[in-house]
């Protein structure tokens, strides 16, 4: 079994910051790219930002210059700074992993359980 626990959402103001966190816990044996996706109600699931395990990122057009991925390998989680943040950037985070599981050697996409961004102006 392995789980994503994200932490961190809530509700800021127009300009404000937040911090999400996401960890990997259970059957963890490597992990591959990390990532964080966000959507909104009758959207889809859009890319925010990812990061490979070297520390190379890719970020949505939407967000650079304002949000950050970083992740610590040896606590296996991953973290998105988020700045200048602004109400269209209200949405529900998921994290996920590319994920090995240590017991099966399976190698699979994992997603947290989602945390609310909410940004008032």
């Known amino acids: 079994q392995v789980q994503l626990v994200e932490s961190g959402g809530g509700l800021v103001q127009l300009g404000g910051s937040l911090r999400l966190s996401c960890a990997a816990s259970?059957?963890?044996?490597?992990?591959?790219?990390m990532g964080w996706y966000r959507q909104t109600p009758g959207k889809q699931r859009d890319l925010v930002a990812a990061i490979t395990p070297g520390g190379s990122t890719n970020y949505a057009d939407s967000v650079k210059g304002r949000f950050t991925i970083s992740r610590d390998n040896a606590e296996n989680t991953v973290y998105l700074q988020m700045n200048s943040l602004k109400p269209e950037d209200t949405a529900v985070y998921y994290c996920?992993?590319?994920?090995?599981?240590?017991?099966?050697?399976?190698?699979?996409?994992?997603w947290g359980q989602g945390t609310q961004v909410t940004v008032s102006s």
């Open positions: 996920n992993a590319d994920i090995v599981n240590v017991f099966s050697s399976s190698r699979r996409i994992y």
């Open positions: 259970g059957r963890v044996r490597s992990i591959y790219d």
